[in-house]
């Protein structure tokens, strides 16, 4: 009798009897891959959060950095964040819509809201690596100081930024010993700048409408601008000039921001180009039959699960980084 019922708990246990939650084998994998996913983004969003915290006084403002918008110039604060925010939101409704239509055995159904699922991911994608390429590349120029301070350039009046270019002199001589043609400076620089630090400086004390803005955030939650004596003071401490952002250096203020934004958006983004690229082999899978003759949906249903958790994670990286 006690080898019987030892035998018929061992069959239910392992198996395969038993369906934790009612879920599946595999739904219960990938749920189970969710939740230490889940760790590891939460572990990279507390580090950003104690370091920005930590430094709160000269952290960059969202608002002042991303501004850009694909074929318009102009200053629009966020506008193009919400739009990729607003996509990727749509694309987690239009696989809710594939995976209720795969309850359904509607195959032509979910062949469409896969294939809008798919776009979405790819457009968020796209926008995500051109705004990178935007992040990187710069905008206005900054100079960065002996003590690694980010110095912009404004108009003293209207506090608008002011770009190197518009006000930086061009100066001949700076420029002799570091040309391509005699090597010298692959050897004894990096990347060269648009401009030197002299050419900067020389502009900005032609230009008395200029003014410094410092990295330093006001009670208000603005940075502070400096008079214009209290600028030039300052700006004889420059010690190079800073296009864009990077690993090293960045234009927009604290090293920290770009790192964290570099790393986190990165992975993210990582995480939605793989979620494309399952979806686009379930689309191709649907599209074939192949869940059609196994009688069920459940592959569209466990991606979707994935791509959900994509989007989850993009409401807290926004929250983060561009809203807090």
Request: aromatic share 18%.
């Amino acid at each position: 009798m006690d080898t019987t019922v030892t035998t018929e708990i061992k069959e239910n246990a392992w198996g395969g009897g038993n369906r934790p939650l009612g879920a599946s084998y595999g739904k219960l994998m990938m749920w189970f891959f969710l939740v230490s996913d889940a760790l590891t983004f939460s572990g990279f969003l507390a580090a950003y959060g104690f370091s920005r915290f930590k430094f709160m006084e000269t952290w960059p403002i969202a608002d002042e950095v991303f501004t850009h918008v694909p074929f318009f110039h102009g200053n629009y604060p966020m506008i193009y964040v919400a739009f990729m925010t607003f996509i990727l939101i749509m694309s987690s409704v239009t696989m809710v819509l594939a995976v209720d239509a795969g309850h359904r055995m509607k195959k032509n159904a979910v062949i469409w809201y896969m294939f809008a699922t798919i776009i979405g991911g790819a457009i968020f994608v796209g926008s995500q690596a051109w705004e990178w390429a935007t992040f990187i590349r710069g905008d206005y120029g900054a100079v960065e100081t002996k003590g690694g301070r980010i110095l912009q350039f404004v108009d003293a009046e209207t506090g608008n930024r002011v770009a190197l270019a518009d006000f930086a002199k061009t100066i001949p001589s700076e420029r002799i010993a570091h040309e391509e043609n005699n090597g010298i400076w692959f050897y004894g620089e990096g990347t060269r700048t648009s401009f030197t630090v002299n050419e900067v400086i020389e502009g900005f004390k032609a230009n008395p409408s200029l003014a410094i803005k410092t990295e330093t955030i006001n009670e208000e939650g603005e940075k502070v601008v400096l008079s214009r004596q209290e600028s030039l003071s300052k700006l004889a401490d420059a010690s190079q000039v800073v296009e864009g952002a990077n690993l090293i250096h960045n234009e927009y203020g604290s090293r920290l921001f770009a790192d964290f934004f570099f790393f986190i958006t990165g992975f993210h983004g990582f995480h939605v180009f793989s979620g494309v690229v399952i979806n686009l082999i379930i689309f191709f899978n649907v599209v074939l039959g192949t869940y059609e003759r196994r009688g069920h949906y459940e592959m569209v249903e466990k991606v979707g699960l994935y791509w959900h958790f994509v989007d989850l994670v993009w409401v807290f990286v926004f929250t983060f980084f561009y809203l807090v």
